[in-house]
């Protein structure tokens, strides 16, 4: 962009494309963990855990998300940048591997394992048997477990998060 060789319309087309194709990506993958049955494993304790963490996930403050995703990229930028400074295939997976480690543990936001996971929390809650154990397990009343739909989604973690995102990038 800075040398003039890219045009920004078509690094705002690729950017978009690249968005758009993890969003159906990552919907798709959620479909399939959710009817391979990955989600039952200990009786179904982990579908109400993907529902708890898309639960947090929504509930967070338009900075919190905003913040997070800034924080989330400067770490997946950073593991690129020490990735391509290494001098071999060992060095570049394992700066990689924990650095992104990093972003993970730390709870950072992250747009497209947002993708995923969300979505993840969006099917798991068709299912009536994780609903009830995420109330069981986790005190979740229905009110709190509705605040878990579409809108919150966009609008309280993917909007946020992915200027966020940007931003950290």
């Known amino acids: 962009i800075f040398d003039?060789?890219?045009r920004i319309l078509s690094c705002v087309r690729l950017l978009a494309t690249a968005?758009?194709?993890?969003?159906i990506g990552a919907i798709l993958i959620a479909g399939l963990i959710l009817f391979c049955g990955q989600l039952d494993y200990s009786s179904g304790l982990l579908g109400a855990y993907?529902?708890?963490i898309a639960v947090s996930k929504v509930n967070l403050s338009f900075v919190e998300s905003f913040t997070s995703g800034i924080l989330c990229n400067i770490l997946v930028c950073a593991a690129v940048l020490m990735a391509a400074c290494a001098k071999d295939v060992a060095g570049k997976l394992?700066?990689?591997?924990?650095?992104?480690?990093l972003f993970v543990t730390g709870g950072f936001e992250h747009?497209?394992?947002n993708m995923y996971y969300i979505?993840?929390?969006l099917f798991s809650m068709t299912k009536p048997e994780y609903v009830k154990l995420a109330m069981d397990t986790y005190g979740f009343s229905a009110d709190y477990l509705s605040t878990l739909n579409i809108g919150a989604f966009f609008l309280k973690n993917l909007i946020p998060v992915t200027l966020g995102n940007i931003i950290g990038g």
Request: one cysteine or more; charged letters at 10%; aromatic letters at 16%.
């Open 111 to 113: 747009c497209v394992a």
């Open 4 to 6: 003039r060789k890219i």
């Open 119 to 121: 979505t993840a929390g």
């Open 94 to 101: 394992l700066v990689c591997f924990f650095v992104i480690m």
């Open 50 to 52: 993907t529902i708890k």
């Open 19 to 23: 968005y758009i194709g993890n969003f």
